[in-house]
């Protein structure tokens, strides 16, 4: 079981950035692929991006794709996503996961790990 603990969610307004990062325990973080997705107020969590074992074949949901970036430090355990053009309708908390499988997915039940998450709120 990876252990996930996110950081540097906060209060930006419309157009600004953030930048998120997962701090992954365990051996095996460099084989796992990672992800991250979000559930906004009264709505169901939803896949932001994904990255595999190697930091290649980032994959994205429609309403972030080239805003978003997913990258990751397997020597540092950890995966970042750094938001750019920040809009009101990214707000939600954040959740880093890890899937068990080294090749992304976009299906939330493909990840077994999830953090705690952290709130990025965006004002207009």
């Known amino acids: 079981q990876v252990q996930l603990v996110e950081s540097g969610g906060g209060l930006v307004q419309a157009g600004g950035s953030l930048r998120l990062s997962c701090a992954a325990s365990?051996?095996?973080?460099?084989?796992?692929?990672m992800g991250w997705f979000r559930q906004a107020p009264g709505k169901q969590r939803e896949f932001v991006a994904a990255?595999?074992?190697?930091?290649?074949?980032?994959l994205y949901a429609d309403s972030v794709k080239g805003r978003f970036t997913i990258s990751r430090d397997n020597a540092k355990n950890t995966v970042y996503l750094q938001m750019n053009s920040l809009k009101p309708e990214d707000t939600a908390v954040y959740y880093c996961a890890a899937s068990p499988s080294s090749y992304v997915s976009t299906n939330m039940n493909a990840f077994r790990s999830w953090g705690q998450g952290t709130q990025v709120t965006v004002s207009s």
């Open positions: 990255i595999d074992w190697s930091g290649g074949s980032p």
């Open positions: 365990g051996r095996t973080f460099s084989s796992i692929a």
